[in-house]
Protein backbone atom coordinates (compact mmCIF):
# COMPACT_ATOMS: atom_id res chain seq x y z
CA UNK A 1 0.00 0.00 0.00
CA UNK A 2 1.18 3.23 -1.51
CA UNK A 3 -0.47 5.62 1.12
CA UNK A 4 2.31 5.67 4.25
CA UNK A 5 3.22 8.87 5.22
CA UNK A 6 6.64 10.13 6.90
CA UNK A 7 7.30 12.70 8.90
CA UNK A 8 9.51 15.33 6.64
CA UNK A 9 9.11 18.82 8.72
CA UNK A 10 8.23 20.12 11.96
CA UNK A 11 7.47 23.77 12.08
CA UNK A 12 7.52 25.95 15.51
CA UNK A 13 6.01 29.08 16.47
CA UNK A 14 6.61 31.48 19.30
CA UNK A 15 7.65 34.91 19.90
CA UNK A 16 6.15 36.08 17.13
CA UNK A 17 8.67 34.02 15.20
CA UNK A 18 8.72 30.19 13.00
CA UNK A 19 11.75 27.84 13.59
CA UNK A 20 12.08 24.68 11.57
CA UNK A 21 12.85 21.03 11.61
CA UNK A 22 14.08 19.28 8.96
CA UNK A 23 13.75 15.19 8.44
CA UNK A 24 15.38 13.39 6.24
CA UNK A 25 14.36 10.42 4.36
CA UNK A 26 17.52 8.65 6.01
CA UNK A 27 15.99 10.11 9.35
CA UNK A 28 18.40 12.98 9.76
CA UNK A 29 16.96 16.22 11.40
CA UNK A 30 18.25 19.33 10.76
CA UNK A 31 17.03 22.46 12.69
CA UNK A 32 16.79 26.08 11.09
CA UNK A 33 16.28 29.59 12.96
CA UNK A 34 16.72 32.22 9.79
CA UNK A 35 17.28 34.63 12.84
CA UNK A 36 20.13 32.77 14.37
CA UNK A 37 21.38 30.17 11.72
CA UNK A 38 20.35 32.45 8.35
CA UNK A 39 20.71 30.18 5.59
CA UNK A 40 22.50 27.61 7.16
CA UNK A 41 20.89 24.80 9.06
CA UNK A 42 22.22 22.61 12.14
CA UNK A 43 22.37 18.51 12.50
CA UNK A 44 20.58 17.51 15.01
CA UNK A 45 21.06 13.94 15.05
CA UNK A 46 18.53 10.88 14.08
CA UNK A 47 14.97 10.86 14.56
CA UNK A 48 15.19 7.92 16.36
CA UNK A 49 17.09 9.50 19.13
CA UNK A 50 14.22 12.02 19.96
CA UNK A 51 10.39 10.81 21.46
CA UNK A 52 7.29 12.73 20.97
CA UNK A 53 8.06 15.69 23.70
CA UNK A 54 11.44 16.79 21.84
CA UNK A 55 9.67 16.94 18.53
CA UNK A 56 6.68 18.98 20.04
CA UNK A 57 8.52 21.72 21.69
CA UNK A 58 12.05 23.62 20.18
CA UNK A 59 13.33 26.50 21.99
CA UNK A 60 10.31 27.56 23.99
CA UNK A 61 8.33 27.21 20.53
CA UNK A 62 5.68 25.26 20.08
CA UNK A 63 5.16 22.97 17.27
CA UNK A 64 2.33 24.40 14.69
CA UNK A 65 2.51 22.39 11.27
CA UNK A 66 3.39 19.07 10.65
CA UNK A 67 4.61 18.16 7.41
CA UNK A 68 4.00 14.49 5.61
CA UNK A 69 5.26 13.32 2.32
CA UNK A 70 4.69 9.95 0.63
Aim: proline letters at 0%; hydrophobic letters at 35%.
Amino acid sequence: DDDVMSLRGVVYFGDFHYNARIIQANGDIWFNNGILTGENSIYEGHISTLNNTSLKYKNNKHATALIYTR
